[in-house]
Nanobody, 128 residues
Framework: VQLQASGGGLVQAGGSLRLSCTDS????????MGWFRQAPGKEREVVSC????????YYTDSVKGRFTISKDNAKNTVYLQMNSLKPEDTAVYYC??????????????????????WGLGTLVTVSS
């Protein structure tokens, strides 16, 4: 698995961005996937994740109704559509893949150390 995230950039508040995370080795088809973010001076937090087994999705409360996670297995790509962006969404966003608990239906979002592979981050900056 080799993950490459893209799609970050500078956007005004209220705008939209779509992040993409592609597995260039095409070996993550049986992995659960997650998006995390880390803002300056803050810890990395889970934003959204999707299980492998049944495509259960999780969203952290602050992005519910604004962000949508999806995946295209044929393209080995997971997306994070981000709408109605707010300045507090500014962070480096990371995608991750795992074969541990994230594979199973999601009841509680697996922590970062449950993931096996990480991509380099992509910076999202939302101006007010």
């Amino acid at each position: 698995v080799q993950l490459q995230a893209s799609g970050g950039g500078l956007v005004q508040a209220g705008g939209s961005l779509r992040l993409s995370c592609t597995d260039s080795k095409r070996t993550s088809s049986n992995h659960g996937m997650g998006w995390f973010r880390q803002a300056p001076g803050k810890e990395r937090e889970v934003v959204s994740c999707i299980s492998y087994s049944d495509n259960t999705k999780y969203y952290t409360d602050s992005v519910k109704g604004r962000f949508t996670i999806s995946k295209d297995n044929a393209k080995n790509t997971v997306y994070l559509q981000m709408n109605s962006l707010k300045p507090e969404d500014t962070a480096v966003y990371y995608c991750a893949a795992g074969v541990g608990s994230i594979v199973a239906p999601i009841t509680n979002p697996p922590p970062a150390d449950e993931y096996d592979y990480w991509g380099l981050g992509t910076l999202v900056t939302v101006s007010s």
